[in-house]
Every structure is written in structure tokens, then in C-alpha cells.
């Protein structure tokens, strides 16, 4: 196991403890309360439990974004178009790639967007030769290190140029 990847792990298992785990908790700390109160206050019971369900959707939004960032389902199942639109809700998202294009290449490229998509306004993946390019049209201009230099070890460049951050990635 690489250092970026030890490091990603660490990463995840850390969101997962102060987020998820935390909410989880507090739920379940809330259910307590509630139940004590269901046969002395129904009414701040009532109002109890509908805080733990928007409490419970928050956890569950949560989880489903981080699992987005492990490994998207719908990258497989849908392809590279449908798991970018999920991920960047409102961005404009064309992908055109070929079948040749290998399954490998495809997730890399949706996790280096992944890493740009806040502040996204327009996605768009293609083959040009023997190269994907990816480009990120952005209001936002996040730190580029990371994405930069997993692009530059698979032998690609990141370029940016007013608002727009362009990959390119041999096939």
C-alpha cells in the first residue's frame, strides 16, 4: 500500500468516526430521550422524533457522500456520465469515450473530477488519439496538488486557464 493510499484510508476512517459514527450516536442518545418521553410528553416526543429523522437523513446523506468517494455503484452500472451528474448536481456533463477506453481510466478520471466538482459548472470527458481529456469548468479554483500529481505519475497533464482545469491522460 502506497502512502497516498494509507493516508486516503486514514482519511476515510476519520470522516467516519467525527461524522457518521457521531451522528449515529447522537441518534441514538435522542431515541433514548424520546422513548422517556413518549408516555409523559407526547408532544415534545412527537417533536423529539421528528428531530432524529431529519438527524437520521443528514447521517444517511452523509454516508451516501462519502461512499461516493470510495467507489461510486453507478460509475458501473451507469457509466462515467451518470456517476459525474450525481456527484455534481446542477453541472452541465457530457462524456463521450469510446469503448476502448479502459475501466481503469474511467474511474481515475471520476475521482480526479470528484476532487474538482465544487463550484462546477460544466464537466466534459472525451478521447482525442490516443489521450482522455477532462475538463472542469469552475467558479472555484480548489488546491490542484493531489489531482496534479496522480495525473503526472499515469504519464498525463493538468493544465488550468480562467475557471477551466483541463486533464490529459494516455490511453
Do not use: W
Not at 16 to 30: C, N, R, S, W, Y
Not at 39 to 59: G, W
Not at 108 to 129: D, K, M, N
Not at 139 to 144: E, R, S
Amino acid at each position: 500500500m502506497t502512502d497516498r493510499e494509507l493516508q486516503a484510508r486514514k482519511r476515510i476512517e476519520r470522516e467516519l468516526h467525527d461524522g457518521v459514527q457521531q451522528d449515529l450516536v447522537a441518534i441514538v442518545v435522542k431515541l433514548q430521550l424520546a422513548r422517556r418521553l413518549a408516555d409523559t410528553d407526547p408532544a415534545a416526543a412527537a417533536a423529539l422524533l421528528d428531530e432524529i429523522r431529519s438527524d437520521a437523513q443528514a447521517a444517511l446523506d452523509a454516508t451516501r457522500a462519502l461512499a461516493l468517494r470510495i467507489y461510486p455503484p453507478l460509475l458501473d452500472a451507469a457509466g462515467l456520465r451518470a456517476a459525474l451528474r450525481t456527484a455534481a448536481p446542477g453541472a452541465k456533463v457530457e462524456v463521450a469515450l469510446g469503448a476502448r477506453c479502459p475501466e481503469e481510466i474511467t474511474a481515475f478520471v471520476y475521482f480526479c473530477c470528484l476532487e474538482l466538482v465544487p463550484g462546477a459548472s460544466a464537466i466534459t470527458v472525451r478521447e482525442e488519439g490516443d489521450t482522455v481529456v477532462f475538463d472542469v469548468h469552475s467558479h472555484d479554483t480548489p488546491n490542484l496538488t493531489q489531482v496534479q500529481e496522480r495525473i503526472e505519475a499515469l504519464g498525463g497533464q493538468l493544465t488550468t486557464d480562467r475557471g477551466r482545469i483541463s486533464g490529459v491522460l494516455p490511453i
